[in-house]
């Protein structure tokens, strides 16, 4: 059975930094491209950045560019969100999810979800 278990979240201030986490089981996590999304009440889910299988290569909205990084430890099969200088409107709950497909899969295309986890920034 294939688990995501996403972590790290938490109610901030504006300006502060959070790492998330998502550890992943039951999947040859080395193989996987991974993402990571965000989604707020009344919004469609958004992809924040995806990473591929070797960790060589990232990819992160361009709207995030410089604030956020994604990385990953195929050892111990997880891949972090590193999310520095926070805003308000970084305030979503973060998902990561597990494709096959490529760092430009739609959403549609991933496997496995996480259940997510909360992030929350004050101004």
């Known amino acids: 059975q294939v688990q995501l278990v996403e972590s790290g979240g938490g109610l901030v201030q504006a300006g502060d930094s959070l790492r998330l986490s998502c550890a992943a089981s039951?999947?040859?996590?080395?193989?996987?491209?991974m993402g990571w999304f965000r989604q707020t009440p009344g919004k469609e889910r958004e992809v924040v950045g995806t990473?591929?299988?070797?960790?060589?290569?990232?990819y992160v909205a361009d709207s995030l560019k410089g604030r956020f990084t994604i990385s990953r430890d195929n050892a111990r099969s997880a891949v972090y969100l590193q999310m520095n200088s926070l805003k308000p409107e970084d305030t979503a709950v973060y998902y990561c999810?597990?494709?096959?497909?490529?760092?430009?899969?739609?959403?549609?295309?991933?496997?496995?979800w996480g259940q997510g986890t909360k992030v929350t920034v004050s101004s």
């Open positions: 999810a597990a494709t096959l497909r490529g760092t430009m899969a739609s959403q549609r295309d991933y496997s496995y």
């Open positions: 990473i591929v299988p070797s960790g060589g290569t990232t």
């Open positions: 039951g999947l040859t996590f080395r193989n996987y491209v």
